[in-house]
């Protein structure tokens, strides 16, 4: 299973009316730390990937739903449930810590 691209458009399908949690990554080409969790994430994914779905947003392509959401700073995780953020990690950790972070959220 891997990552999937989630837009502004799709933000309401792919998100808030998914059927199963979703944790998204708010990234954007320029940030170090967001490409080197990038990996992880896409291992985690191929690990979890039937109880999450991953998605990643690039916030320079989709200026707007982060902005609703007061994204700060990246890499910004926010784990979604039944469309509600229900857990949030800002910056970079080992695979180790994210997968322990997320299986503690599930």
């Known amino acids: 299973m891997a990552t999937v691209e989630v837009t ?3 933000w309401q399908s792919e998100v808030l009316e998914a059927d199963k949690p979703v944790l998204v990554d708010f990234w ?10 990038a990996p ?21 392509e989709n200026p707007d739903t982060p902005g609703k959401l007061g994204v700060q700073g990246i890499p910004y995780l926010a784990l979604y449930k039944g469309g509600e953020i229900v857990a949030q ?10 997968k322990q972070w997320l299986e503690g959220e599930l």
Not at 89 to 98: I, N, Y
């Open 89 to 98: 990690l800002q910056g970079a950790r080992p695979k180790s810590q994210l």
């Open 40 to 60: 992880a994430l896409e291992e985690i994914s191929d690990e979890l990937g039937d109880r999450v779905t991953i998605a990643k947003m690039d916030i320079m």
């Open 28 to 37: 954007a080409d320029w940030c170090g730390p967001c490409k080197m969790i």
């Open 8 to 10: 502004d458009a799709s």
